[in-house]
């Protein structure tokens, strides 16, 4: 066997350790519950009531967060100028902090008085808060999925779209974001996959109302494994689901 063979079957073996790593828990754990009882958990009025309120409270943050985060993403990905290398520092920090931290400072932050009263804004025990955490800790991946995806298109594209008559505004719109929208679509989604996961923040700002994290939390807590796990079992389920759906259509388009 030459050794070029040898390599690969290491990295075979290794990739399919880590893989078996990733799926085993997640395919033990429904196997377990069982999809009749995962079908029965997510009929609950509050069981999809809190999974319904997970995807799009974190799917209204994703959007929240591409209109101002691929401004952004873009000018990371163009200019250099003074400061940039903490301004990527900031944008980095929420995923290095902890999250019950980031939940403390997300309510010395936001929590006050001329918030609550010029912007009418409530953030504990509120959808707002709720989204302000999603945010806060996950608005890096779309960020940094999107200013990866600009930094591939060749900026002579761009040039070559505004000699042709095209102001800069119509270049990046026509230009720029269809060539990076691959990147585009995997950071919003790895954004709205970890705001639907997050925990920590939410459950120090928000615990109601209950997001799927914080009900899984919740149940394990007051009653036990064998009424958390159907619910997680179900959140896991449905979340595949969206994410390998997405990942599809994005491939094919």
């Keep these: ?134 945010m806060f800790l996950s608005s890096s991946y779309l960020v940094n999925g999107a200013k990866e995806g600009f930094r591939k298109v060749d900026i002579k594209l761009e040039n070559a779209a505004r000699t042709l008559g095209a102001n800069w505004f119509s270049a990046f719109t026509r230009v720029v974001v269809p060539n990076a929208r691959h990147e585009i679509i995997n950071g919003m989604l790895m954004m709205w996959a970890r705001g639907i996961g997050e925990f920590g923040a939410i459950v120090i700002i928000a615990y ?9 939390y919740d149940r394990f807590n007051n009653f036990g494994l064998q009424y958390s796990a159907p619910v997680a079992a179900a959140m896991i389920l449905m979340s595949m689901i969206v994410f390998i759906s997405v990942r599809i259509i994005n491939k094919k388009t």
């Design 1 to 134: 066997m030459k050794n070029s063979e040898i390599y690969k079957l290491i990295f075979y073996f290794l990739s399919g350790f880590l893989i078996l790593f990733f799926s085993y828990p997640i395919a033990k754990l429904i196997y377990n519950v069982g999809l009749s009882n995962i079908l029965n958990t997510i009929s609950e009025k509050e069981v999809y009531k809190s999974i319904g309120l997970t995807f799009y409270i974190s799917f209204y943050a994703v959007i929240i967060a591409f209109i101002a985060g691929i401004p952004l993403a873009y000018i990371l990905a163009r200019y250099n100028f003074w400061g940039k290398s903490f301004v990527e520092a900031v944008i980095d920090l929420p995923t290095m902090i902890p999250h019950t931290a980031a939940g403390i400072a997300i309510l010395l932050a936001y929590n006050n008085t001329f918030i609550n009263n010029y912007f009418n804004i409530r953030i504990i025990d509120s959808k707002i808060g709720i989204m302000f955490a999603m």
């Design 208 to 216: 109601h109302p209950m997001v799927a994290p914080v009900l899984i």
